[in-house]
């Protein structure tokens, strides 16, 4: 009774993460990711071992009010983050980061909000949300604000 107890409690638990994984991430940049990075799986950082960072974050990174996506993931040795553009009914890939898993893993990945900041020595307006992906434990890192067609670092 207990082994049939715990495998429905582990089914339940495996259905759901893929219901939440498919709500995070839209289905066409799950088609792009399949296609062009075989074999890729969602990297959270390991930053902080009982609180998890997050692999995929959500904003309007181009000020068009439409949701577009930043996704951090490994395949093989190598790591990845891509943000998503809203484009039609599609998205457009800017990769921000590519680079190894272990280097891949040290990055919190989160959105910053419309705020002015001092970035690099600069004071920076943002219009809109901007991509951030600082070191664990550290200020080391920025952010990747979209202007004139691309993501620019700070």
């Given at each position: 009774m207990?082994?049939?107890?715990s495998l429905v409690v582990?089914?339940?638990?495996s259905f759901a993460g893929q219901t939440?994984?498919?709500q995070?991430?839209?289905t066409q940049i799950k088609r792009f990711l399949d296609r062009n990075y075989k074999g890729w799986k969602l990297q959270k950082?390991?930053?902080y071992p009982d609180s998890p960072g997050k692999a995929v974050v959500k904003g309007n990174f181009n000020g068009d009010k439409k949701p577009d996506y930043a996704v951090k993931f490994v395949r093989g040795k190598k790591g990845f983050i891509i943000a998503f553009l809203a484009q039609g009914q599609n998205y457009k890939p800017?990769?921000?980061?590519?680079t190894g898993v272990k280097d891949v893993q040290t990055l919190?990945?989160?959105?910053?909000t419309d705020n002015s900041?001092?970035?690099g020595g600069n004071n920076v307006r943002l219009k809109w949300d901007a991509i951030s992906d600082f070191r664990c434990e550290s200020d080391v890192g920025g952010i990747h604000y979209y202007r004139n067609g691309k993501f620019i670092a700070y």
């Open positions: 207990k082994a049939k107890l582990f089914l339940i638990f939440i994984f498919a995070t991430v839209p950082d390991k930053c800017f990769v921000l980061h590519n919190s990945l989160d959105i910053w900041y001092e970035l």
